[in-house]
Nanobody
């Protein structure tokens, strides 16, 4: 039906900045909430930030003030601007979206869709 394609991960110096991008594609009727999660080795995936279609945001305590989530391109793209990066930010970052796809020409149900994951590594 569709997918989320992530980009922007990589290696960054301590204290540096990096921006992650995630674009939704496919036979999309609408997208409600979008967000970013991260996962450390051996740990559960955890919320980093989320944003509603209306622009309401929610941040994890550890990233509030350093990270900024935003949407663009008719709300089909979500970004995560990461500043003042530190070792604790090293993780695999996953994009997430609540997407309603067309089904037989009509809107279907809301799906939880995940991106493929992108590695962010903060060097020391």
């Amino acid at each position: 039906q569709g997918q989320l394609l992530e980009s922007g991960g990589g290696l960054v110096q301590f204290g540096g900045s990096l921006t992650l991008s995630c674009a939704a594609s496919g036979n999309i009727f609408s997208i409600r909430d979008m967000g970013w999660y991260r996962q450390y080795p051996g740990k559960q995936r955890e919320l980093v930030a989320k944003i509603t279609r209306e622009g309401d945001t929610n941040y994890a305590d550890g990233v509030r003030g350093r990270f900024t989530i935003s949407r663009a391109n008719a709300n089909n793209t979500v970004y995560l601007q990461m500043n003042s990066l530190a070792a604790e930010d090293t993780a695999v970052y996953y994009c997430h979206a609540e997407i309603t796809f067309y089904h037989n020409g009509f809107p279907g149900y809301i799906n939880d869709v995940w991106g493929q994951g992108t590695q962010v590594t903060v060097s020391s």
